[in-house]
């Protein structure tokens, strides 16, 4: 059977492109820190394996779930870039490794650089013997804590791939190049799994994720403002520990990210709005923006562009996804 293979990239200009763009991933991405956004994603498919390296320029939360039918690995290409991945920092010591479906939320800082792969289930669980399968299988949530050099060596050698094949694609059309590639990246991801096990969990971590996971989803549904220690209520937590982890995750208190998440869904909003029955004002309120003058003065600072720039602009034609370049 021919491997099928291809190499490219992708890139988007405000949060929503984004958003578009990560499928097959099942995610809602917001924008937290201020200024004009920009992504670019450079990408090497092969036999149904996808790995992106990836750059974001502002601070981005993503919450949902990994794509349906894959593992996923993944980590900063940096020490410098530290992203805050449920609940924890991560590192390049360690190697993200979730399975297909499975809720995660995360926070890629500002001017991020990592690196993402993507392996088909059925093609990594027929590499592992049947022991390891069902261990793999049996754990809800993973990472490769302990992978150090191991992982530090696979994201290093995805990035010169993706380098490689960019700059020469006409290689990708040789079967056994890419019959090369495949085995290389399944007998690596195999070394890393039977080498690396996951540590005990920590509770402190876990408890506090939770409580931050259920502050995020209450927020979405909020359509006005509502005070801190509501949002802490439902939480389950302590207004003081409620300001700590959304700071720790965030680097924002709860007060302003729910103002940002409600300034996200008028960003959305005024880019699908219909221009001759919508205006800036009844958008603004809809979501609880009273005060006009600062919620246009806001609303340029975390996007570089005003409201009614987003609201006059012609419609956005789809922006390519990582799902067009899986067969």
């Excluded at 200009?13 to 991405?29: C, I, K, R, T």
């Excluded at 650089?113 to 754990?139: K, Y």
């Excluded at 096990?197 to 971590?205: C, E, H, I, Y």
Aim: charged content about 25%; hydrophobic content about 40%; glycine content about 6%.
């Amino acid at each position: 059977m021919t491997i099928s293979a291809s190499a490219g990239r992708i890139e988007t200009g405000d949060v929503e492109q984004f958003n578009q763009s990560a499928l097959p991933w099942d995610v809602v991405m917001r924008q937290v820190s201020l200024g004009r956004f920009h992504h670019q994603a450079e990408f090497l498919q092969v036999g149904g394996m996808l790995m992106y390296r990836e750059h974001v320029t502002r601070r981005i939360l993503v919450t949902g779930a990994t794509p349906t039918g894959f593992f996923a690995f993944g980590g900063p290409v940096s020490p410098k870039t530290d992203i805050k991945w449920c609940g924890d920092s991560l590192g390049t010591q360690r190697l993200v490794f979730e399975p297909s479906g499975h809720e995660v939320d995360f926070v890629l800082p500002d001017d991020s650089h990592h690196i993402v792969l993507l392996v088909p289930s059925n093609l990594l669980l027929s590499f592992l013997d049947e022991e390891t399968r069902a261990d793999v299988l049996s754990q809800s949530q993973r990472d490769l804590a302990n992978s150090g050099a191991l992982g530090v060596a696979l994201l290093n050698t995805i990035d010169r791939m993706i380098s490689k094949y960019l700059t020469q694609p006409e290689l990708l059309n040789h079967e056994l190049e890419c019959s090369a590639i495949e085995r290389w990246l399944l007998e690596f991801l195999v070394r890393c799994i039977y080498k690396c096990s996951k540590p005990a969990a920590r509770l402190s971590v876990s408890a506090r994720r939770q409580a931050f996971r259920r502050a995020i989803d209450y927020s979405r549904e909020m359509s006005a403002p509502v005070p801190v220690r509501d949002l802490a209520t439902e939480a389950g937590i302590s207004q003081r520990h409620l300001e700590r982890v959304f700071m720790e995750t965030l680097g924002i208190s709860p007060h302003q990210y729910m103002r940002t998440e409600r300034m996200n869904t008028v960003h959305r909003a005024l880019r699908d709005a219909d221009r001759e029955s919508t205006t800036v004002t009844k958008l603004a309120q809809r979501w609880g923006f009273t005060e006009l003058g600062r919620f246009a003065g806001e609303y340029r600072r975390l996007f570089g562009e005003s409201p009614s720039t987003t609201l006059a602009a012609p419609p956005r034609s789809p922006p390519k996804r990582f799902a067009d370049a899986l067969p």
